[in-house]
Nanobody, 124 residues
């Protein structure tokens, strides 16, 4: 059983930065694909980024490319999402997700382990 715990969310002004963390515990060797998702109020959960053996690191919305960086430290079972130049439209609950698998997908149903989420609010 793997558990994921996110942290690092908060309130930030437009143009600011945040770094989200995702710490995994449990049977870590089963994880081969990780992703970050976000969900704005009244909207569906949206894929932000994914790391897998086949794709490496990819970013799904064009709006985050060049601003967000997804990195992972396998030795410490931790992943991060560095978010720079934040915009109001980045506001939402951000979730870390993990599963076995070699290929990235943007579909939430392709992940079976989820963290509780951390709120990110970008506002002046």
């Amino acid at each position: 059983q793997v558990q994921l715990v996110e942290s690092g969310g908060g309130l930030v002004q437009p143009g600011g930065s945040l770094r989200l963390s995702c710490v995994a515990s449990g049977i870590i060797f089963s994880i081969s694909r990780m992703g970050w998702y976000r969900q704005a109020p009244g909207k569906q959960r949206e894929a932000v980024s994914c790391i897998s053996g086949y794709h490496g690191t990819i970013y799904f919305p064009d709006s985050v490319k060049g601003r967000f960086i997804f990195s992972k430290d396998n030795a410490n079972n931790t992943a991060w999402l560095q978010m720079n130049d934040l915009r109001p439209e980045d506001t939402g609950v951000y979730y870390c997700a993990a599963t076995s698998g070699y290929v990235c997908y943007d579909l939430p149903r392709m992940y079976d382990i989820w963290g509780q989420g951390t709120q990110v609010t970008v506002s002046s």
